[in-house]
Nanobody, 120 residues
Framework: QVHLEESGGGLVQPGGSLRLSCAAS????????MGWYRQAAGQQRELVAR???????NYADSVKGRLTISRDNAKNTVYLQMNSLKPEDTAMYYC??????????????WGPGTQVTVSS
């Protein structure tokens, strides 16, 4: 199985920055896509950013130019650098990874989430 653990969330003022990290551990052959989703109170979960294993990225329109996704394949870790944060970025942020494991094959795995609150 694959275990994902996020870190780096917290409270920040509008215009501030945060950096989220998510490390994958467990028994897997390979990790393909990694990324971040978020879910605000009363809203559906939405894609924030995704990065492939060969570093192709895509972003939600609402975060382009402010948030940057990156990964370190040697550490099985994905990062989300969040700049110029807005109150509407407030949400629970979830890391995910598409990984290949024995018997199951390729599947999506999720972290428990980390809260980001943007408020003055």
């Amino acid at each position: 199985q694959v275990h994902l653990e996020e870190s780096g969330g917290g409270l920040v003022q509008p215009g501030g920055s945060l950096r989220l990290s998510c490390a994958a551990s467990g028994r897997f052959f390979r990790i393909y896509d990694m990324g971040w989703y978020r879910q605000a109170a009363g809203q559906q979960r939405e894609l924030v950013a995704r990065i492939s294993d060969d570093d192709h990225t895509n972003y939600a329109d609402s975060v382009k130019g402010r948030l940057t996704i990156s990964r370190d394949n040697a550490k099985n870790t994905v990062y989300l650098q969040m700049n110029s944060l807005k109150p509407e970025d407030t949400a629970m942020y979830y890391c995910y990874a598409e990984a290949e494991v024995i018997i199951i094959g390729r599947d999506d795995y999720w972290g428990p989430g980390t809260q980001v609150t943007v408020s003055s």
